[in-house]
């Protein structure tokens, strides 16, 4: 019998002792066994309840271990590869082919390198502020809360071969492995 059949039964056996008043030890009696059945019932569930959340914490620290174990090997990966970039690039060996794996340095995308925020142009600079919506003050320099580089912008006139004070390309290398 499912819980809530016998929560119904319990229900159903109250209101029939509000009614019938003939049968009162009959009635006390099945409301006793209904109330152990659904005790019994009760009492599995939760014990099914404490293994779920014992085997739930189990899991959640296994996933933990996982997860940080990923992160050394993830750490060991970038260290060993970029050594070993260091190590081509310093044996001037821009390639090694065999029949397991093929390893080149490979260009990076260039990327603007900005020392100095300050040395750019300020229309090179975007601005975040932080202001209410409703009152707009005129003088807005005391809002602002940030101020990052256009860099895709700044990339851009680097890369046609304009100059922008205060920024340079940097061309990268990186290994690949295949």
């Not at 014990?47 to 779920?52: D, G, I, N």
């Not at 296994?62 to 174990?69: F, I, P, T, V, Y």
């Not at 260290?79 to 065999?98: F, H, N, V, W």
């Amino acid at each position: 019998m499912h819980l809530y059949d016998i929560s119904d039964g319990i229900r159903a056996v109250q209101e029939a002792m509000e009614h019938d008043e003939e049968n009162p030890e009959a009635w006390q009696q099945a409301l006793t066994d209904l109330e152990g059945e659904f005790e019994d019932k009760a009492t599995g569930i939760g014990l099914l309840l404490v293994e779920w959340e014992l085997e739930a914490k189990t899991i959640q620290a296994e996933a933990q271990r996982l997860s940080s174990r990923a992160s050394a090997i993830t750490n060991r990966h970038g260290r060993l590869k970029d050594y070993l970039l260091t190590e081509m690039q310093k044996a001037g060996i821009p390639k090694i082919k065999s029949p397991l794996v093929t390893l080149g340095i490979q260009n990076s995308t260039p990327s603007v390198v900005i020392p100095d925020i300050t040395a750019l142009p300020s229309n090179f600079v975007r601005v975040t502020l932080r202001m209410g919506k409703v009152d707009v003050p005129e003088d807005l320099v005391g809002c602002i809360v940030s101020e990052e580089p256009e860099k895709a912008a700044i990339g851009l006139l680097l890369k046609d071969g304009a100059t922008v004070p205060g920024a340079t390309l940097h061309q990268g290398q990186h290994l690949r492995v295949r």
